[in-house]
């Protein structure tokens, strides 16, 4: 049953797709990420990023910023390992401190990624499990 609501939804997504930049197995990957990013978003990062992605005022940053996609390494480990002390997002200055998500898996953070770098206004694409994984080795403990 799981499979079929998930076909189905696979298939509305692509029908309804805003724009035409992916064509054939990209576009379907692409649906993929965006759908399951999605169900990780509100798992993980709602009760903080909010629905719309904006944040909750100097407390918590917006991620519906380009933020995300130019800072992709910081991002993707933060995601993983959490981050900590100052980090400066359209002028304002956070303090707080997110916890990691170290039970994600590369798949499930480049899922995560694409949701996030693709609402709310932003439009960079598809992130790439092996990206990830790459960037993940690299991330400071």
């Known amino acids: ?11 509305t997504l ?9 064509s054939g197995s990209e576009a379907i990957k692409f649906d993929q990420y965006m759908f399951q990013g999605e169900q990780l978003y509100i798992a993980h990062c709602i009760n903080c990023h909010q629905k719309d992605g904006s944040g909750l005022g100097k407390l918590i940053p917006p991620l519906s910023t380009d933020f995300v996609s130019k800072q992709k390494e910081l991002s993707i480990c933060g995601i993983k390992h959490g ?3 100052p980090i400066t997002i359209n002028g304002i200055t956070y303090q707080g401190v997110m916890p990691g998500n170290a039970r994600l898996t590369p798949l499930e953070i480049a899922e995560l990624m694409t949701y996030i770098s693709n609402s709310w206004g932003n439009a960079y694409g598809i992130t790439k499990t092996t990206e990830v ?5 690299n991330c400071a403990d």
Do not use: A, T, W
């Open 83 to 85: 981050l900590e002390g």
């Open 133 to 137: 994984s790459k960037i993940l080795k």
């Open 14 to 22: 692509i029908n309804c797709r805003p724009e035409s930049r992916y």
């Open 1 to 11: 049953m799981r499979f079929v609501v998930l076909g189905l939804v696979l298939i």
